[in-house]
């Protein structure tokens, strides 16, 4: 029996960064292990805007330590259930569980509490801010901001600087950052949150092949922190490459989910999403 829970706890640590001091006993094994299976679960989710249904029944779960691509074209409702995800929009009907507890009615502020943070599709920084001043202000709507010292808080904040690859900026205003250095800063201010779910909306758009790159290896090092990502690649650009599972949207219905190779010759994705007309099976 000890065997086998010391056998979980190395695969645990492995996946998603637990600390052997976050184990306790067998019990909070088995709490933690009951826990990680599903993060976020939505059951119908559906939003009308007027008579306009903009998502339709949408049934999914994203589990713990997960990259998960939300793929689709314009106007198919990745956005929306962003909105809906993060308390910024109520759905018509359905149900969103995070960690098993309901989440939809509650407001943004508490959502990003309970540890889901986002950024915007386009880079929304405060301008006349310095990037440290950003990230700290990211910080002060996330977990543990009371327990913090303020030198504490400044280390954390150099700290993302470091992760998302500017490290050099931290008294820059963020008016005067590239687009590419704008949405790393968006990266760091949500994960001054302390999220344990990132929602990314279109991280990578317009991004480079050299951009494209480097965005893949800071997700995997987000991943690595042990936090989950839902990420809106509309492009499809970044997602393939680092997606475990994609869920593809059109029309507000959900056309297909899985791995993104048996995603890409679904034969309704090629058709609805790629525009591709007649597939062979
Ligand atoms: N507040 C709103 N009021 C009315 N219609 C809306 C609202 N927000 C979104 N919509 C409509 O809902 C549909 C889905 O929009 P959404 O922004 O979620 O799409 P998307 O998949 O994110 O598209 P894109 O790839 O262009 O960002 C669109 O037809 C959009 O016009
Ligand atoms: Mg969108």
Avoid: W
């Amino acid at each position: 029996m000890i065997i086998i829970f010391l056998i979980q706890l190395i695969g645990l640590k492995e996946r998603y960064g637990y600390r052997i001091s976050d184990f306790y006993s067998i019990n909070a094994v088995k709490n933690i292990a009951e826990h990680i299976v599903i993060l976020l679960q939505l059951r119908g989710i559906s939003k009308k805007f007027n008579d306009f249904n903009a998502l339709n029944g949408i049934d999914f779960s994203i589990n713990q330590g997960e990259i998960v691509g939300l793929v689709g074209p314009n106007g198919a409702g990745k956005t929306t259930l962003f909105n809906i995800i993060s308390g910024r929009l109520k759905p018509s009907s359905g149900n969103i569980l995070f960690e098993g507890k309901k989440i939809n009615g509650l407001k943004p502020h508490r959502i990003c509490r309970l540890g889901i943070s986002r950024t915007f599709q386009s880079s929304r920084p405060f301008i006349k801010m310095t990037a440290l001043n950003n990230i700290l202000t990211g910080h002060l709507f996330g977990k543990g901001f009371r327990l913090h010292t303020r030198s504490e808080d400044v280390q954390m904040a150099l700290e993302l600087l470091e992760v998302v690859g500017i490290p050099h900026k931290a008294e820059t205003l963020a008016e005067d950052l590239t687009l590419s250095e704008k949405r790393r800063l968006d990266l760091a201010r949500a994960l001054a949150t302390r999220p344990k779910l990132l929602l990314l909306d279109e991280v990578a758009a317009g991004f480079s092949p050299v951009l494209v790159k480097q965005a893949v290896q800071l997700i995997n090092r987000v991943r690595e922190r042990g936090v989950t990502i839902l990420i809106i690649d509309h492009f499809l650009t970044l997602s393939l490459k680092v997606s475990d599972r994609l869920l593809v949207l059109d029309h507000g219905e959900k056309i297909a989910e899985g791995p993104p190779n048996k995603v890409m010759k679904n034969r309704e994705v090629g058709r609805a999403y790629l525009g591709l007309q007649h597939q062979k099976d």
